[in-house]
């Protein structure tokens, strides 16, 4: 059953109070190789860049130990 329109207008509402985007710019080609490796790997881009920047945080928070 899809989503229904008050759960779509729901959802907009917390995304545009929660959320927001960070993002790169990179040669189409990398961004063809990244995807492609992602896909191998059976992940995606954001799961992998967001498995990146958690890791670049936790560093970090470990050097200011």
Excluded: C
């Amino acid at each position: 059953m899809p989503p229904s329109e008050a759960h779509k207008r729901a959802s907009k509402k917390w995304d545009a109070a929660n959320m927001t985007n960070l993002s790169i710019k990179v040669r189409r080609t990398y961004a063809d190789q990244i995807r492609e490796a992602a896909a191998t790997a059976g992940t995606t881009p954001a799961a992998i860049m967001r498995k990146a920047i958690d890791q670049f945080m936790q560093d970090v928070q470990e050097q200011k130990k």
